[in-house]
């Protein structure tokens, strides 16, 4: 009898321990899972990282570049090849078209051309973005921005190939080259920087949904023939509006302005400027918003 009472005592007083101290369990589970991290902080550290491992998708933009063109003898420089042709073409007709002379005809149209070839890329391309990685998405933890940086770079690759017939145009038709060809490097940086929310928010918006892609080639045909790209925005008009609050002209202009030393548009810059911000600002917070669900979209 004694021992019983002896045994209900320490088993009373080891409970009243365990109850009034937390297990050694509980401390450990509480050191080894931190609290979760915003949504926002996710995106900014998954777009930081992906920005660390440049390494990583310099390399696989120039395996995608070289793979397109497997096999070929000129790879890349068949993209510059069709660009003379197109340019000597159309420059020919437009030029009687329009009525306007051939020297001052072709650069224009060549550069512009030129440009708009990056600009269709970076939307087309950029509705790919994550649809084209579905097995590294599904299989390798690498943050969601390599992919978005891995487009943007091979379309800087391809652009690079095209560029070169640049200074053979400005050269063949004696347009001399000032001080505000330095004006080009803030715009290609603005590219580049446009390049990776488009790749983002298009590339999101098409794992979502399948019929987008087809959908933004369309709209990207209407676009063209909205930018003044083959004709100049003089010939609009009172329609000049469709020039200035276009933000394709102004990311053309302000690169074909500079190299054929004429006057930049005055809504270009503001508007390149604005579409850059207002872009990069909305399409972090859809990121950020939806990120955890790319991976179940694609």
Known sequence: MLENIRAALSASVTTKAMTAQPSSNTRLSAEVWPSPRSPVSTAWADIANGAAKSWLWIA??????????????LGPFWLTISTVVMVASMGVIYSTLFNISLSSYLPHLAIGLILWGYISAAISEGCQTFLSAEGTIQTVPLPYSVHTYRTVFRNLIVL????????????IFQIPVSWRVLEIAPALILYAINGVWISIFFGML?????????????????????????????????????????????AIDVVRAPLLDVATSTYSWPMLLFTTVAGSLGTFLIFARFRERIAYWT
């Open 60 to 73: 696989l933009a120039f395996q995608d570049t070289k793979l397109r063109y497997r096999g070929s003898v």
């Open 160 to 171: 690079a190939h095209s560029v070169v017939i640049i200074p053979l145009v400005l050269l």
């Open 206 to 250: 098409s794992a979502r949904y399948r019929d987008v892609p087809p959908i933004v080639t369309n709209f990207t045909q209407v676009l063209f023939f909205l930018t003044p790209v083959i004709y100049p925005a003089s010939l609009l008009g009172e329609w000049h509006a469709v020039a200035d609050l276009n933000p394709a002209f102004a």
